[in-house]
């Protein structure tokens, strides 16, 4: 591990709004936060929204300046990327952010039924080999359903053209209707259908997105309620594979198309 990597650990070792690993008790695996986050962290009943796969951070920070009226957690495994959006929403002050530092497959761990309102997935790994790993599969929305309120809200901004339609079809698959859908969001023809809401996060763009936008790559946003109510179900589709890669990689896999 490169020395600026152990620098930027030991610094969020000593941010009060960060949550890394050694916060687990080993022998229980219990999160003293779960449950939690209202009454302890945040001191106040705003809505909880969490950022899946945040990167370094700037859209949780960026949200969290927009919408002081609402709680902010961003989550990712890599500590070092974290560091950037930590930093800077503890220089400016900001109380309505928090970072944790785990893997999304144990997200469950860490909040309590209902004590979350609302997920955002940026630029989520399509994982186009592996259904169980997509962020927006039938296996994590269950996973969601642990701990998003009943009806809570699901949006995400991605370039991948396979994810995308992989989570149309999910939603076409589970009777799940979109709010809000496009396939370029930042055309202006686009924008002007969109809801008002979503414009004001125009403005927010990410590391990742600012590169895709460079390689004229558009943008697809899409959000959708979760209910409780009913089992889900995975698409039976086969969709065409993403011919790109960042940092200038020529295709993400050998095949053609997946499930």
Request: contains cysteine; charged residues 25%; hydrophobic residues 35%.
């Amino acid at each position: 591990m490169g020395k600026n990597k152990l620098t930027k650990f030991a610094e969020m070792a000593t941010y009060p709004h960060v949550f890394q690993p050694e916060d687990i008790r080993e022998e229980t695996g219990v999160f003293a936060m779960k449950g939690h986050w209202h009454d302890v962290f945040f001191k106040n009943e705003n809505p909880i929204v969490l950022e899946l796969g945040c990167g370094k951070g700037e859209y949780t920070v960026g949200l969290a300046e927009r919408f002081p009226n609402k709680n902010y957690i961003g989550v990712d495994i890599k500590g070092a990327r974290m560091w950037t959006g930590a930093t800077q929403s503890l220089h400016d002050g900001l109380t309505n952010v928090a970072f944790l530092r785990t893997r999304i497959e144990f997200i469950e761990r860490y909040f309590a039924l209902g004590e979350v309102a609302e997920i955002w997935l940026t630029f989520s790994d399509p994982q186009m080999k592996m259904p169980t790993k997509r962020l927006t599969s039938s296996f994590f929305l269950q996973r969601y359903r642990s701990f998003l309120i009943d009806g809570g809200l699901i949006q995400i901004k991605t370039d991948s053209h396979f994810l995308f339609t992989y989570t149309k079809y999910l939603l076409k698959e589970n009777d799940l209707v979109p709010i809000c859908l496009t396939e370029d969001l930042y055309n202006p023809l686009s924008a002007g259908q969109l809801p008002q809401e979503v414009h004001s996060l125009l403005q927010i763009k990410t590391y990742y997105e600012e590169q895709w936008l460079q390689r004229n790559i558009p943008i697809k946003f899409l959000s959708f309620k979760l209910p409780h109510d009913k089992p889900l179900r995975e698409p039976e589709v086969e969709i065409e594979l993403d011919d790109y890669r960042s940092f200038a990689r020529n295709k993400r896999s050998s095949l053609m198309k997946a499930k």
